[in-house]
């Protein structure tokens, strides 16, 4: 399965019948917008209106496209342990879609699942809570997760080195 595909099934069904309910209720009012006045007055509609239909119709697939992502934010802050209703809140209230940009860049990464139980581990976690297996490197004087590479705890100043508890 691929990336694209695994991302695409995080967005919720309610997503996707929202949209759905959207696009109608678009459709339907520019279609009274454009094309009801001509009809009620029994004048032929002409081809020019059709056209602006047809454009604002597809400017509604936009709109269709905001609510997916914005169901995709939701499902993905509750995958990743951050608050979901907070940051649908900013993806929608936020104009010109600058909520959500901010939500891709500001996105915690993704939970480790332990290597010995399974369960998620955050990213301030260096051993696991179920079980106390160690998740990440950490370091030897304090315990708190150290990345690769890193010759000194940015928590306590300790020299991590070769003896940092890895998993």
Not at 60 to 78: I, N, P, Q, R, T
Not at 151 to 164: F, L, M, R, S
Request: with cysteine.
């Amino acid at each position: 399965m691929s990336r694209f595909r695994q991302e695409w099934d995080l967005i919720p069904g309610a997503a996707f019948v929202i949209a759905g309910l959207v696009y109608l209720a678009y459709l339907t009012l520019m279609g009274f917008v454009w094309l009801a006045g001509p009809m009620l007055e029994g004048d032929p509609i002409h081809p020019i209106l059709w056209g602006w239909f047809l454009i604002t119709a597809a400017l509604g697939v936009l709109m269709v496209l905001y609510v997916l992502l914005v169901g995709y934010v939701w499902s993905d802050a509750k995958r990743r342990g951050m608050n979901a209703v907070l940051w649908v809140l900013l993806a929608i209230f936020i104009p010109n879609a600058i909520g959500v940009i901010l939500y891709f860049i500001l996105r915690d990464p993704l939970p480790v699942p332990c290597p010995s139980c399974g369960k998620p581990a955050t990213k301030d976690q260096a051993f696991c809570a179920a079980c106390g297996a160690a998740v990440r490197p950490a370091c030897p004087s304090c315990r708190k997760p150290v990345q690769e590479g890193w010759t000194h705890c940015a928590g306590c100043g300790a020299p991590v080195g070769e003896t940092a508890a890895t998993p």
